[in-house]
């Protein structure tokens, strides 16, 4: 099956120009891209209210994600993160898997959804971030896919508000894949990361994501997954 990896380089500063146009040029310059249609990524992320409890076991800070990734499907992702004691990550330092995600249809339901979110459960969730890619720019290199665009965050009310530069992000798909299991991970990641090596990109604190083989789901579950890490993280 075809395996997926995401790179992203942050902005220095919140004026820092992005480095999503050095991106593509070395990506021309290093490989013959056949450009495809382009792609978008939009997020909200929510963070639960303090817990006033004097539970012995608290809840812990706890995230709502709100994930459109129409190249991957068009339904909208929600996911609930808690990051209590019990869900904090691996002993690896792997980020705590979403507890809650179920999917939302497009459209009105979507709207809907949302109006719910912020109209009658507003004293449970404080909006914290809203991000996104915009006309991303999508590219067929043999049996890859790569996917660049700017990772931008709004401040203030809806989606024209104030947008800063958070960075640039590269989604790289390798089509031909490589064998089920545990090693044929480690062979995809090296591949996808040879890949990208090729675009000679060093020292600019670039961050990677992966597949993760011991989480079971479909090529949808599992994209949606990796993207709600990469933005709860910048969040």
């Given at each position: 099956?075809?395996?997926?990896?995401?790179?992203?380089?942050?902005?220095?500063?919140?004026?820092?120009?992005?480095?999503?146009?050095?991106?593509?040029?070395?990506?021309?310059?290093?490989?013959?891209?056949?450009?495809?249609?382009?792609?978008?990524?939009?997020?909200?992320?929510?963070?639960?209210?303090?817990?006033?409890?004097?539970?012995?076991?608290?809840?812990?800070?706890?995230?709502?994600?709100?994930?459109?990734?129409?190249?991957?499907?068009?339904?909208?992702t929600v996911a609930i993160t808690s990051t209590s004691t019990s869900q904090a990550g691996d002993s690896h330092?792997?980020?705590?898997?979403?507890?809650?995600?179920?999917t939302v249809p497009p459209g009105a339901a979507t709207s809907d959804f949302n109006h719910l979110l912020l109209?009658?459960?507003?004293?449970?969730?404080?909006?914290?971030?809203?991000?996104?890619?915009?006309?991303?720019?999508?590219?067929?290199?043999?049996?890859?896919?790569?996917?660049?665009?700017?990772?931008?965050?709004?401040?203030?009310?809806?989606?024209?508000?104030?947008?800063?530069?958070?960075?640039?992000?590269?989604?790289?798909?390798?089509?031909?894949?490589?064998?089920?299991?545990?090693?044929?991970?480690?062979a995809g990641r090296t591949v996808i990361r040879g890949f990208w090596e090729g675009l000679g990109i060093t020292?600019?604190?670039?961050?990677?994501?992966?597949?993760?083989?011991?989480?079971?789901?479909?090529?949808?579950?599992?994209?949606?997954?990796?993207?709600?890490?990469?933005?709860?993280?910048?969040?």
């Amino acid at each position: 099956m075809p395996l997926t990896g995401i790179f992203l380089i942050p902005a220095s500063t919140a004026t820092d120009s992005s480095p999503l146009q050095e991106l593509l040029t070395r990506l021309s310059a290093a490989y013959n891209p056949t450009p495809l249609a382009p792609w978008t990524v939009h997020h909200r992320l929510f963070r639960s209210t303090p817990d006033g409890s004097t539970s012995s076991k608290p809840l812990g800070t706890r995230y709502l994600q709100i994930l459109s990734l129409p190249h991957v499907s068009a339904r909208t992702t929600v996911a609930i993160t808690s990051t209590s004691t019990s869900q904090a990550g691996d002993s690896h330092g792997a980020a705590p898997e979403p507890t809650t995600i179920i999917t939302v249809p497009p459209g009105a339901a979507t709207s809907d959804f949302n109006h719910l979110l912020l109209s009658k459960f507003g004293p449970l969730w404080q909006p914290r971030m809203m991000l996104t890619v915009s006309h991303g720019q999508a590219f067929q290199i043999g049996d890859f896919v790569a996917r660049l665009g700017e990772l931008k965050q709004i401040s203030g009310p809806g989606a024209s508000g104030v947008q800063i530069g958070r960075g640039a992000v590269c989604e790289i798909e390798w089509t031909a894949g490589g064998e089920e299991g545990e090693l044929g991970m480690q062979a995809g990641r090296t591949v996808i990361r040879g890949f990208w090596e090729g675009l000679g990109i060093t020292d600019k604190g670039t961050r990677e994501w992966f597949w993760r083989p011991e989480v079971v789901g479909t090529e949808r579950e599992e994209m949606a997954r990796i993207w709600l890490e990469v933005l709860r993280l910048r969040g």
